[in-house]
Every structure is written in C-alpha cells, then in structure tokens.
C-alpha cells in the first residue's frame, strides 16, 4: 500500500518538467526581441545561455516545491533521479516543440 501512495506522490514531480518553458515564453519573448539587432551568432549564444539558466533554475524551483510542498522525502534516490531527468528533458521539451511545429505545422 504504501509504495502506491509514494508513486501518487512521485508521478506529478515527474511529469512537472512540462511546465517549466512554457512558464518561461514570456522571458523568451523579451529576450527575442531585445537580440533582434544583434548578429545571428551572438543571438545563438544569447539563446543557449538562456535555454541552460531557465534549465537549472526551473529543476531547482520544481525541486524546492515539491520537496517542501508535497512532503516528499529529501535527498533519496527517486527525488535524485527525477532531479536529474528533469536536467535532461526540460531542454529536450523544447527541441520537441520545434521539430513538431516544424514537420506538422
């Protein structure tokens, strides 16, 4: 009973890193457009700094909320593991973005 209960509680802290670029659209907008006169080359480097802080600190944001506000447990495997795969899907949600809307839109 209780490994379905920690499940309940794991499952939402997964499926969280969702929410973090969309959450960042409206930093992303006012940095498109304050980079629109630069070159196309320093605009790249201006977007991948901005793609790895909104990575790092959206993980850490999730990661404090749901520690504190889900009661779950700290510093154990599950909550390192999921840490870590939201290090890796947070920016892989936007290469997903761009592919689907480039193929299908």
Known sequence: M???TTTKK???YFFSYLLVYPCSFPLVVII???TASLSESKANVVS???CALVTIVGAIILNLY???FMELKKNN??????????LI???LTVIIYYWVTWNFF
């Open 2 to 4: 209780e490994k379905r």
């Open 10 to 12: 794991y499952l939402p």
């Open 32 to 34: 498109g457009l304050a």
């Open 48 to 50: 991948y700094i901005v």
């Open 66 to 68: 749901f520690k504190n």
């Open 77 to 86: 495997k599950q909550t390192w593991s999921i840490f870590i795969t939201h």
């Open 89 to 91: 899907l947070i920016p």
